[in-house]
């Protein structure tokens, strides 16, 4: 469960309010400090994607278990609210979650022109270097974006081009199998059961 989508709620602020003047400032409320304490106690994984760099740095200073940050890429290579700073994806992965790569276009670049797999990749290698292989997976987020922002892969029947890009970059076959599912299987379990 993601405590807030883009916007502000009663739980904190979202990724998407970026006018103070309007939208105020803050991370989570006291209503959603405890929403994420007893998400955490009834084994529910906790999702940080949409929030603001102030309510993941709450998050981060009260979770207990693995956060993940089910669909954001990295900020040093595309500088979008929605992405994760270096500093955010190591204290993801200090929790024992991943941050897991997305195919949304306007995560991967702001030129859309450049948005293809090559440049994905670009996003899963700085995961990989910043957080280790092991906190690292795949977000798809197929929906929702058009061909107007670039497309990395059009559909789920192209994802053997991930596994083979993923291969000619080098990372060993253990890995992949961590980027592509394992590493949620691992975070399932710890968090579910």
Known sequence: MGPTWNRRNALGRGAGTGNPEVDGSGGLTDFGRRAVAEMERLG?????????????????????RPVVASHSNSRALC???????DSQIERIAATGGLVAATFAGLFVDAVPA???????????????????????????????????????LPD???????????????????DIRGIMGGNWLRVVGEVVG
């Open 79 to 85: 500088p979008h609210p929605r992405n994760l700073e």
């Open 114 to 152: 450049r948005v293809g797999l090559g440049r994905f990749l670009d996003h899963v290698d700085r995961l990989v270097s910043v957080a280790g292989a092991e906190h690292v997976g795949i977000g798809s987020d197929f929906d929702g974006f058009t061909m107007d922002y670039g497309v990395v």
């Open 44 to 64: 529910m994984i906790v999702d940080a994607s949409h929030l603001s760099d102030e309510a993941l740095d709450d998050l981060l200073s009260i979770a207990r």
């Open 156 to 174: 789920c029947s192209r994802m053997p081009e991930l596994t083979a890009g993923l291969l000619a970059r080098g990372h060993s076959p253990e």
